[in-house]
């Protein structure tokens, strides 16, 4: 097997691998999300500024997670890049 090729599936291996497990973790937090939700529906005894607080929270996790997504989408996007790049270039004698 070329070594290219190899490290081509390798690559998407990781890349599947990610996406499968960063889909699990937003699922996890959207469950958790749902639940403290609730809670704060009937929960009279938090104030407002402390729902506000937690709502601005939820934002923040969910704007971070997203930008993290985001960096490693492209990282491997140079990788594959990379390995397309270097298929159309001759290769040299001693390797």
Partial sequence: ME??????QMIEFNKMA?????????TFQEQMEKMTNAMLVQSA????????????????????RDDFKKVVDE????????????DGQPKSAGL
């Fill in 45 to 64: 005894w938090l104030p407002e500024d402390g729902r506000k607080a937690l709502d601005e929270w939820i934002k923040s996790y969910k704007k971070g």
């Fill in 18 to 26: 990610f996406d499968n497990t960063f889909g699990a973790i937003v």
């Fill in 75 to 86: 990282g491997f996007q140079k990788v594959e890049s990379f390995f397309n790049k270097t």
């Fill in 3 to 8: 070594q290219g090729q190899l490290f081509r």
